[in-house]
């Protein structure tokens, strides 16, 4: 069962035993910034330079090494999810990229000399997607008590203060780590898929806590699927969407009941975007039950207005022909609801109330994908 058809069983009063199930597969899917990728690229003819200083991808800045290649023409690198070339193409946009076969530009420089070569992954004998944290188990709402908007990665256009908005991050019930609470399952070598790939979990990720434990996993980036990974645009610049999936073995009545915990189950800290203070808790049943998992759209409104707002400011570039929304890019975050002064698209978000306040949130979160892992 998906982790998703186990909750809507349990929501639905039906009784569900380890006889039942042999596997419960859970996943996350969002703004996850300690992805990087580690690989080789070939840049010009043997002899052609003797290592290279500095190299970028799709103008994507990324770190030459650690082995230097000597006087071989290809370059080791590692390049960060949070590296851009601007402030609407980041690593994330760029792992995409590669993932999907488009061709890449490629520029070294070795000595105060440029070098060019185009690639696209088949030309790429090893890349792989390491991840220095993922799937935080509940992370946090964030709000902005400050009267100014401040520019974070946690909000597209800016986090308006004072508590006026929140950026809401977490997929609830169905993260893998929420569904293993005493970790029988997950730990390292556990098989997993890294944005779709086949991959393995290395051990804790950095920040991990006991209350908010996160992993760190690899795979084989020539195997992922680029509907399951992506860039967007924040506020303060793009980051990296990336997903990772974890099938939970049912082995007995401890694991089938780690796995029953429902989003009003979990907690949810509201904290201070800056220095995340804690203000109060709610918990994942406030965000998702009750408010839209995907954006509804009203043509007939559509103005064409020559700068659409909502086209401009969508932080994948899912809108085209100003109300087409692209299922596959699209994060559902509610940008374009509050955007479009048409209201060609809205979506029940929700509101979290405050001791002194009602705070509209948003959210990174895609449609309810389900994702199968195969064992073999
Ligand atoms: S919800 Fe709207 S703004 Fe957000 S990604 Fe989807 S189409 Fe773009």
């Known amino acids: 069962m998906t982790a998703a ?11 569900v035993t380890v006889d039942d199930v042999d596997v419960v597969t859970t996943a996350t899917f969002g703004v996850m910034s300690g992805t990087m990728v580690v690989m080789m690229v070939p840049v010009a003819g043997k002899y052609s330079f003797e290592k290279a200083d500095s190299i970028w991808l799709n103008g994507v800045p990324a770190q030459p090494g650690p082995c230097p290649n000597e006087r071989l023409g290809v370059v080791d690198l590692v390049i960060y999810g949070t590296s851009y070339a601007d402030d609407r193409y980041g690593g994330g946009h760029l792992f995409r990229d590669l993932v999907r076969g488009k061709e890449i530009d490629i520029l070294v420089v070795s000595h105060g000399k440029s070098y060019e070569n185009q690639v696209t992954i088949d030309d790429i004998e090893c890349a792989r997607i390491i991840s220095t944290r993922l799937a935080f188990n509940n992370y946090y709402a964030l709000i902005n008590p400050a009267s100014t908007t401040l520019s974070t990665i946690f909000s597209v256009t800016g986090l308006k203060g004072p508590f006026t908005e929140a950026s809401v991050s977490g997929c609830g019930e169905i993260n893998p780590l929420q569904n293993d609470p005493s970790h029988r399952t997950i730990g390292v070598g556990t098989r997993v898929l890294l ?32 509907a399951m990974m992506g860039g967007v645009k924040t506020s303060n610049g793009p980051e990296c969407l990336t997903s990772l999936a974890v099938p939970i073995p049912v082995l007995d009545e401890e694991i089938l009941s780690g796995l029953k915990v429902l989003d009003h189950n979990i907690l949810l800290p509201v904290s201070d975007v800056n220095g995340r203070t804690v203000h109060t808790e709610v918990n994942y049943g406030h965000i998702w039950e009750g408010t839209d998992k995907v954006i509804r759209i009203e043509e007939g409104k559509c103005l064409k207005h020559p700068e659409c707002r909502a086209m401009l400011m969508c932080p994948t570039e899912a809108i085209s022909n100003y109300f087409v929304i692209n299922k596959e890019l699209c994060i559902n975050c509610g940008t374009c609801t509050v955007q479009c002064p048409a209201g060609v698209f809205s979506a029940t978000l929700g509101t979290i109330e405050l001791a002194h306040a009602k705070v509209n949130y948003f959210t990174f979160r895609p449609p309810p994908f389900k994702f199968f892992i195969e064992f073999g």
């Open 195 to 226: 944005n779709g790939a086949p991959g393995y979990i290395i051990g804790k990720g950095t920040r991990a806590s006991p209350t908010k434990p996160n992993v760190s996993a690899f795979a084989d980036m020539k195997k992922m699927d680029p």
């Open 5 to 15: 058809e186990l909750k809507s069983m349990i929501r639905d009063g039906q009784e």
